[in-house]
């Protein structure tokens, strides 16, 4: 029997079949009788858990859909569940990790611990009526599905002998599956006679059989959760720090009729619609909430931002400036205006917004950053004049700088060696993705022999959003269905998280014009190929085409390239930190031990060093040495050149990495790689390769010991793993020299001579099923 799972809002991206991603539910069981429980059980988790927001089953025995309606107001995300008792909970097999609690329990601290609970079966057990100790079936479980298997479950059929004891008995039958729990995650209230206080550490009081008299304090403390639902939606907004965005959109909203909340909710709402992509709502609650209020800085800057992804510049301009009047969110506005007149291609502007950013707070880094991109450019004495228009090609991509991504860096250079020997400005006209495209920069990319988009991950909403395209390149419908230069899209890829919210209605539509208009529309991977077919029409899905991001065959592209004769000694690890929630969950004290372990292990047959693509990637090196006391040498790439970076990874023996260019860079250098799992891409790629098992989710139980199995594995024959991801990127060559014969045909380019790099060490990998690349 299968939970439902279906309860996440439609425009969520589920990937956690390819990510290996947890999915983690609460439980309880009532058969309508105890239902005035279970809104307390509710409203004192929600209260004691603001930040904790995940699927609550509802067991019951088959009470109408009606019944649970004054659960659904406390509570965004409750799934009822036919079920015959309680204890069919370990049969939700949609999960894989359950916590069952019960109507008669009230939750009073957090229960943080209980989620990161990655094995057997979790339980308080109990003092029997013998004296001895007894799993009790009433209590609380925190179930890991994979380890209830069909041998557990049949422990659990049969007759009860000594009452709650069908569990107990299942758990003797499979030593070792019970993990003690500490008692405060389920205290009893019998412990508490003689009116005793409820001790401050318990988090779960399970009431029984005992009435009010002699355990008052316990039940004060149940009272606290007996309210109304506006005495308990208000008592949730009024809480202070982190709130889950879905339990703060379910209480907050909506607002009274014909009012709005406090003027701080209504922003903290506003931001939550933000991140979720829903930005005309995010405008609509803030432009009331600051009708004729200057004084409001921090809802002028989120109303700015807002309507700058909703592409109203001249409106975000003007409430950005207001909320400069505040020194101490002046820098902050300053640098989101720097960036917007940026995006306009007003230059000048966005320099002297930058500076004005420095002068409120000179330490601001986001307005050092633009005070620096936006100054003019030293033209180097004797740099060469630039090819006439109509000899170069436009190149629109992510182009990162300063202490910005070292994949974003390397990436746009090993697109335009694909087509060019010279990938400088004499034979390229660069065109920022981000930067919109106004009537202008149009006239600019139509006067070129073609246009060239991508590659890298542009298919991502929150990325510098806008209205015009809802994906990374700032470009209306109708003025994409105007470029006259023949245009590809070259080794992009569909890059949203497993869980992201997005809306896909304005990017299909954009999708569609794009994919109608370009000479070729090639994707860096078929799981991205497969999900933007799903947003085609059917006409237009087969034009979506396979092309491998080219960081993957750098070997092919440098015409100077040498495999290296021998190799430093050491593993280079990397770890990717922007929208942890996504790639982590409740799992990232998990992985860091494991981490911890893998590194530990490896360490004894190398050295271990530290790769950072940028500088918030160095959590992981500070967070390994709090926790665990390891600490790495860094390798700090996003301050390399890019032809730094490819020699570091073209001498190292492996790469560990998390993030995508973590993995396509080294594996383009020749290098072994192992991915660390946590976005679907990295999937998508070892699938491409054949090769799903140089893949480890971030999630997996086992991340340390496989890790250190695998690394072992490819430092003890290094030369046959090398001689296997000479082999796969031979597929990976086929296809790009394939897709390239056709594009310099659509560019009017030359075709190049054909080189093999040198010195070989591998041949061809056996088992790829290689396209036929002959001419016809």
């Known amino acids: 029997?299968?939970?439902?799972?279906?309860?996440?809002?439609?425009?969520?991206?589920?990937?956690?079949?390819?990510?290996?991603?947890?999915?983690?539910?609460?439980?309880?069981?009532?058969?309508?009788?105890?239902?005035p429980g279970l809104l307390v059980l509710l409203r004192s988790l929600v209260l004691t858990n603001p930040a904790v927001c995940e699927d609550f089953l509802v067991l019951h025995p088959g009470?109408?859909?009606?019944?649970?309606?004054?659960?659904?107001?406390?509570?965004?995300?409750?799934?009822?569940?036919?079920?015959?008792?309680?204890?069919?909970?370990?049969?939700?097999?949609?999960?894989?990790?359950?916590?069952?609690?019960?109507?008669?329990?009230?939750?009073?601290?957090?229960?943080?611990?209980?989620?990161?609970?990655?094995?057997?079966?979790?339980?308080?057990?109990?003092?029997?009526?013998?004296?001895?100790r007894t799993v009790r079936d009433d209590g609380l479980l925190v179930i890991q599905g994979q380890d209830t298997d069909g041998t557990f479950l049949a422990g659990l059929a049969g007759p009860e002998h000594r009452g709650d004891e069908r569990v107990h008995r299942a758990l003797g039958r499979a030593p070792g599956l019970l993990t003690p729990v500490d008692s405060r995650y389920d205290?009893?209230?019998?412990?508490?006679?003689?009116?005793?206080?409820?001790?401050?550490?318990?988090?779960?009081?399970?009431?029984?059989?005992?009435?009010?008299?002699?355990?008052?304090?316990?039940?004060?403390?149940?009272?606290?959760?007996?309210?109304?639902?506006?005495?308990?939606?208000?008592a949730y907004c009024a809480l202070s720090g982190p709130k889950h965005p879905e339990l703060l959109?379910?209480?907050?909203?909506?607002?009274p009729a014909g009012g709005s909340g406090p003027v701080e909710l209504v922003r903290q709402v506003a931001d939550v619609l933000r991140q979720q992509g829903r930005y005309e709502e995010a405008v609509t609650l803030l432009t009331a909430a600051v009708d004729d209020r200057p004084d409001l800085p921090r809802c002028h800057e989120t109303l700015g931002i807002c309507l700058m992804a909703l592409s109203r510049y001249a409106e975000a301009e003007a409430h950005l400036l207001l909320a400069t009047v505040s020194p101490d969110f002046a820098a902050r506005a300053y640098g989101q205006l720097a960036r917007l007149a940026w995006l306009l291609g007003r230059t000048r502007d966005a320099h002297g917004y930058a500076r004005d950013g420095l002068d409120a707070d000179p330490t601001d880094a986001?307005?050092?950053?633009?005070?620096?991109?936006?100054?003019?450019?030293?033209?180097?004495?004797?740099?060469?004049p630039a090819a006439a228009p109509a000899e170069q090609l436009a190149h629109v991509a992510l182009f990162a700088d300063g202490q910005e991504n070292a994949g974003d860096k390397v990436?746009?250079?090993?697109?335009?060696?694909?087509?060019?020997?010279?990938?400088?400005?004499?034979?390229w006209h660069q065109q920022s993705v981000h930067r919109l495209v106004d009537e202008p920069v149009l006239e600019e990319l139509n006067a070129r022999r073609g246009v060239i988009v991508g590659g890298g991950g542009l298919f991502l909403p929150d990325t510098a959003p806008n209205s015009n395209s809802g994906w990374q390149w700032n470009i209306a419908d109708d003025v994409l269905g105007r470029i006259t230069a023949p245009l590809a899209v070259f080794a992009v890829g569909y890059n949203v998280f497993d869980g992201q919210r997005y809306r896909r209605d304005r990017f299909a539509a954009s999708l569609r014009v794009l994919v109608e208009r370009s000479a070729f529309f090639g994707l860096r991977n078929q799981g991205s190929a497969a999900r933007v077919r799903e947003l085609l029409p059917d006409d237009l899905r087969d034009r979506v085409r396979y092309q491998p991001c080219p960081t993957t065959v750098a070997r092919h592209l440098d015409p100077d390239w040498t495999d290296p004769v021998r190799r430093d000694d050491t593993v280079l690890v990397n770890c990717a930190y922007d929208r942890a929630n996504l790639r982590f969950g409740h799992d990232y004290g998990h992985f860091l031990a494991e981490m911890d372990a893998a590194i530990r292990a490896t360490g004894k047959r190398a050295e271990v060093r530290y790769a950072a693509h940028m500088p918030a990637d160095e959590k992981f090196v500070h967070d390994l040495r709090r926790e665990h006391g390891t600490s790495l040498p860094v390798e700090p790439?996003?301050?390399?050149?890019?032809?730094?970076?490819?020699?570091?990874?073209?001498?190292?023996?492996?790469?560990?990495?998390?993030?995508?260019?973590?993995?396509?860079?080294?594996?383009?250098?020749?290098?072994?790689?192992?991915?660390?799992?946590?976005?679907?891409?990295l999937a998508y790629f070892l699938t491409d390769i054949e090769r799903p098992e140089w893949g480890v989710s971030v999630h997996d139980r086992a991340l340390g010991a496989r890790l250190a199995e695998r690394a072992t594995a490819v430092l003890e024959d290094h030369r046959a793993a090398v001689a296997d991801v000479h082999g796969r990127q031979e597929h990976l060559w086929s296809v790009t020299r394939a897709n390239l014969t056709g594009l310099r045909e659509v560019f009017g380019l030359p075709l190049p001579a054909p080189r093999v790099p040198g010195p070989r060490s591998a041949e061809g990998a056996q088992g790829l099923h290689l396209p036929d690349t002959r001419t016809k």
């Open 1 to 35: 029997m299968n939970a439902p799972a279906d309860c996440a809002a439609a425009d969520a991206d589920d990937r956690r079949a390819v990510t290996g991603k947890r999915r983690i539910a609460f439980a309880a069981y009532t058969d309508g009788a105890s239902m």
């Open 63 to 132: 009470l109408p859909d009606a019944a649970f309606d004054a659960a659904r107001r406390l509570h965004p995300r409750i799934v009822p569940y036919e079920a015959a008792d309680r204890l069919d909970v370990f049969r939700a097999d949609a999960y894989d990790t359950v916590v069952a609690l019960g109507p008669g329990t009230v939750v009073l601290g957090s229960l943080l611990p209980l989620l990161q609970l990655r094995t057997g079966v979790g339980a308080v057990p109990q003092p029997g009526p013998d004296g001895r």
């Open 187 to 234: 205290f009893l209230v019998g412990r508490l006679y003689d009116d005793t206080p409820v001790p401050d550490s318990t988090a779960v009081l399970r009431f029984t059989d005992t009435d009010r008299a002699g355990y008052a304090p316990a039940y004060e403390a149940r009272d606290r959760y007996e309210l109304d639902d506006d005495a308990f939606r208000a």
């Open 249 to 255: 959109l379910h209480h907050a909203l909506p607002f």
């Open 366 to 384: 986001n307005c050092r950053a633009w005070y620096v991109r936006t100054r003019d450019p030293r033209t180097p004495a004797r740099a060469a």
């Open 411 to 427: 990436l746009p250079e090993a697109v335009r060696m694909c087509f060019d020997a010279d990938t400088g400005p004499r034979r």
């Open 637 to 681: 790439l996003y301050l390399r050149s890019n032809e730094q970076i490819r020699d570091l990874y073209r001498r190292t023996r492996l790469v560990i990495g998390m993030r995508g260019h973590a993995g396509m860079i080294p594996f383009g250098c020749g290098t072994p790689v192992i991915s660390l799992v946590s976005h679907p891409k």
